[in-house]
């Protein structure tokens, strides 16, 4: 199997190491040509702003839609997730006009927890995949799901209150925290799992 | 000394008992664990988010727009640029809270700001009113002039300036969670910035061939001769890279520059003055992020380089014309 990483910018190298531990190939894509011959997609961690305007600098939004539709699943981490959401709303300074690839049907609210020093770790449950540890970095938080897309799990947050932190929709997942930081490898054999089917 | 080992064989008795009763706690689903808040993994993991990115030294929220614009992972608030700090003189401080907070009201990327060497009463400032990373810097005026900030004591990550890997270490064991090779700022000039990551790559690969012949001696007395602890040296030789996110900076002014950078190994860049120095400011800030991400792609390098013309560079300034006094890289070693 090989699943691709999308590497314009943030931590593509520790889901790339995650993958080659667990005995899959792992590719890094920076131009539509990448993505052939791939299983899998992940659009990592970083900055969304960055990889969304690498993204569309590089052409490379319609080829990964293609992807998505073709049902490659398609897995996004915190800056990946945002990217992957239809509605995108910043917690300062509201709506946002940044390129999306807006494949989800979900509604996102970026910087939810508050900012750097407010970023922790916990442990989460989530349907389908159990109890695993997360890494919250300025995560966004899922406050809404319509459509083809459902809620995973959720968090209980002392400021944020009881927010969504994972959606799967088909086969494409939102994650609002970093499995590849905290080390978790369950969440990637449940993603594994659905590029297998 | 028997007393002493069977001291210590009871204490590992115990912690190992208190593990299995943890361990039994977390099956039963009776152990609550709550949130762990800023907590070192958040701070590495934070700046891993950096990679491949470029992060710019901004004065305004006019400016911090144009850089989130652009594509940058990160804004740097500063009072003047290294460019006029220079030009000013006089002693340069962090920068107006009020500017910091405005532009942390005005866009969504990391906000980070400087602070002088030594002075944790300015880094508290800034982790009060919530910057994102905190950057102990030698372009601002050191107060101390022995020693760093501690930085573990922060919940806010810092970035520290290196020339070399024993300053880089120096300030990892201080708590640093990131490394920016100096360079001298607000040259335009990147000679030193290459010369700098030259160096600490040299130390590193010396160290890594240590490491593969399994002499630790060179590697301990490496330790001892540079004044850093021998556990950080020993990593750094196992990884063979710094343990932590390494951003070049210092006089990168064109998209060639940056991709220069990165192809030494740095893992980002930080622009300061060479993009507002610039008369091209908004195509500048946009071709370096293309050139920092697609480095290994001649091509899109090319194209970035396009994007700007030599004739709006910023004026250069040659290390060599600086008098010794004038170097801000000496400043904290």
Known sequence: MRVGVLALQGDFLEHAEILRELGVEAVYVKKPGDLAGIDALIIPGGESTTIGNLISARNLGEPIAELARSGVPIMGTCAGAILLARKIVDRVVGETKQYRLGLMDIGVVRNAFGRQRNSFTARISLEGVGEVSAAFIRAPAIVEAWGGARILGYIDHPVAGRVGVAAQQGSMLALSFHPEIAGDRRIYSYFLDLARR | MVDAYIFLERLRDLLYSLLEQR??????????????EAVPLVKYGF????????????TSDKQAEIAEDAGAVGVMVLDKLPYDVRMAGGVARTADLRVIESVMNT??????????????????LLEEI??????????????????????WAFKTPFVNGARNL???????????????????PGTGNVAEAVKHMKLVNRDIAMLRGHYLR?????????SKENSVPYELTLLTARLGRLPVVNFAAGGIATPADAALMM???????????????????????????????????????????????????MMGIDIRSLKPEQLMQVRGV
């Open chain 2, 214 to 222: 399994g002499d630790y001696e060179a590697i301990w007395v490496y």
């Open chain 2, 166 to 184: 024993p300053e880089a270490l120096r300030r990892i064991y201080e708590g640093a969670s990131m490394i920016r090779t100096k360079g001298e």
């Open chain 2, 107 to 124: 866009i969504t990327i990391p906000v980070s700001a400087k602070c002088r060497i030594g002075h944790s009463e300015e880094a508290r």
């Open chain 2, 130 to 151: 919530g910057v994102d990373l905190i950057d102990e810097s030698e372009v601002l005026t050191p107060v101390d002039e022995k020693a760093h900030i501690d930085k």
């Open chain 2, 23 to 36: 361990d039994r706690a977390r099956e039963s689903g009776l152990e609550v664990i709550p949130l762990r």
């Open chain 2, 47 to 58: 700046i891993s988010m950096f990679k491949g990115g470029v992060i710019m030294d901004v």
């Open chain 2, 263 to 313: 192809w030494l190994g740095a893992d980002g860049v930080f622009v300061g003055s060479g993009i507002f120095k610039s008369s091209d400011p908004e195509a500048r800030a946009r071709a370096i992020v293309l050139a920092t991400s697609f480095y290994d792609d001649p091509e899109a390098v090319v194209e970035a380089q396009k994007m700007v013309s030599e004739k709006q560079a």
